[in-house]
């Protein structure tokens, strides 16, 4: 994804950027994990573990504010 990604509904260039999540240790970076949410009486969910987690990209038209989210490990440039 080296070049730029336009967007679906007006056809201008994304932005690239990262939805905050609040947490109760201060904002993070959106994240996804496989499978379905564990709740815990602890700490939320279960299973959050750092070799699971994939950070979220989002990019933004800046036109028409249309958001569209990415998890890769890999740096796509975006």
Do not use: I
Not at 4 to 9: A, G, N, Q, T, V
Not at 18 to 31: A, F, I, S
Not at 62 to 78: F, H, K, M
Request: glycine content about 8%.
């Amino acid at each position: 994804m080296n070049k730029p990604l336009l967007c679906l509904r007006c056809n201008t260039e994304m932005a690239s950027g990262y939805v905050v999540d609040l947490t109760e240790y201060g904002p993070r970076q959106q994240c996804w994990f496989p499978g379905e949410p564990e709740p815990s009486f602890w700490v939320g969910l279960k299973g959050l573990t750092k070799e699971h987690r994939v950070p979220v990209t989002t990019l933004r038209c800046p036109s028409c504010g249309y958001l569209e989210s990415y998890a890769n490990r890999v740096d796509t440039g975006v």
